[in-house]
């Protein structure tokens, strides 16, 4: 997120190596449901939009809940948990104490005057699975009134929100009014209906998109400061 704006752009990079499925989530349970029902027509759509066109149609997602956090000092644990509400529980956190038992992690990072913070999120195209997220942010800016709530907007891209809303609301580039607006909340909830990597679209490569061997890729997205 660029200071004041949201606003990115996506690179897709390769994954080193595949990180076990077991080692990727929470402590907790996978919250999959055995039956789950594909959103069709809109939330199909935009779910296909803002989160499966990156992996060939395939649902993109943590795949255990509650996601284990890292805060680092930087993010306060009422931003991140502003996801379990927006989205009535869908999706869960729990907060540790090192980046080495973490999901998303957070630092900050040396990323220019024009960008108030950005996710790189990490996952398998061929299972849908994120295996980590990495969010920094621009220490000087982030909480001003340049960046609009930079660690929720940043938040949201890290759990599956894979690009930017045009909306008016706090995913647009520039963090908008600074609200998860309903379609962004609903695109979550159907997220975490489902198993990572369900079919929700014909196969579809982001232009930005480069993919590595195997299946591994990853999504950056840099949200820009305020004009």
């Known amino acids: 997120m660029r200071p004041g704006r949201h606003g990115g752009w996506l690179l897709v990079c390769a994954l080193g190596c595949l990180v076990a499925l077991g080692a990727c989530g929470g402590s907790g349970g996978s919250k999959?449901?055995?039956?789950?029902?594909?959103?069709?027509?809109?939330?199909?759509?935009?779910?296909?939009?803002?989160?499966?066109?990156?992996?060939?149609?395939?649902?993109?997602?943590?795949?255990?809940?509650?996601?284990?956090?890292?805060t680092n000092g930087i993010a306060r644990q009422d931003e991140v948990a502003e996801w379990t509400l927006a989205t009535g529980g869908a999706v869960t956190f729990t907060f540790v104490d090192s980046a080495s038992g973490a999901d998303i992690t957070f630092r900050f990072g040396g990323l220019g005057n024009d960008v108030c913070g950005s996710t790189a999120i990490f996952f398998d195209t061929s299972t849908g699975v994120i295996t980590s997220a990495d969010v920094q942010v621009v220490q000087a800016i982030f909480h001003g009134p340049q960046c609009q709530r930079t660690i929720v907007h940043e938040t949201g891209h890290a759990i599956g929100f894979l690009d930017h809303s045009a909306d008016g609301g706090l995913m647009d580039p520039d963090g908008g009014n600074g609200i998860i607006t309903p379609p962004v909340s609903n695109m979550i909830r159907n997220l975490y209906s489902l198993p990572p990597g369900t079919l929700i679209g014909s196969a579809e490569t982001a232009q930005e998109v480069r993919r590595g061997g195997g299946g591994k890729s990853s999504v950056m997205i840099m949200s820009t400061v305020r004009r």
């Not at 029902?37 to 066109?53: C, K, M, Y």
């Open 32 to 70: 999959s449901p055995t039956s789950p029902t594909v959103p069709t027509g809109a939330d199909a759509q935009f779910l296909f939009q803002h989160n499966a066109r990156f992996a060939n149609g395939r649902t993109v997602r943590w795949p255990n809940l509650p996601i284990r956090v890292f």
